[in-house]
Nanobody, 125 residues
Framework: QVQLQESGPGLVKPSQTLSLTCYVS????????????WAWIRQPPGKGLEWMGN???????VYSPSLGSRASISRDTSDNQFTLQLSSVTPEDSATYYCARGREVVFGTVLFESWGQGTQVIISS
């Protein structure tokens, strides 16, 4: 069963805003009540994974400092989904974007065990 699935455009023009949605199945958990980290992670071609940010049941997101103020993560508890908005995109934002679920296995360490299949996004004019 697919537990997390990304959805959004595959092509975005530079300077525009990328918007992606992660659909979370009931079996994966509740973003409103469960003690998980709901995260967005991306991987540019030929590069490693980059954690972008996540939120928990409080709804308050935290972000990678490298993104500055460009990233925004929010949730829709009614539909059990969360979204990523990345503004002012450049070609360097081209990557495969994943949503993922994580849990704190030890203090200060989060393990992301459940991932969506990923969606490729190209930033190009």
């Amino acid at each position: 069963q697919v537990q997390l699935q990304e959805s959004g455009p595959g092509l975005v023009k530079p300077s525009q805003t990328l918007s992606l949605t992660c659909y979370v199945s009931a079996s994966a958990g509740s973003i409103a009540t469960d003690s998980y980290f709901w995260a967005w992670i991306r991987q540019p071609p030929g590069k490693g994974l980059e954690w972008m940010g996540n939120l928990r049941y409080s709804g308050r997101p935290v972000y990678s400092p490298s993104l500055g103020s460009r990233a925004s993560i929010s949730r829709d508890t009614s539909d059990n989904q969360f979204t990523l908005q990345l503004s002012s995109v450049t070609p360097e934002d081209s990557a495969t974007y994943y949503c993922a679920r994580g849990r704190e296995v030890v203090f200060g360490t989060v393990l992301f065990e459940s991932w969506g299949q990923g969606t490729q996004v190209i930033i190009s004019s």
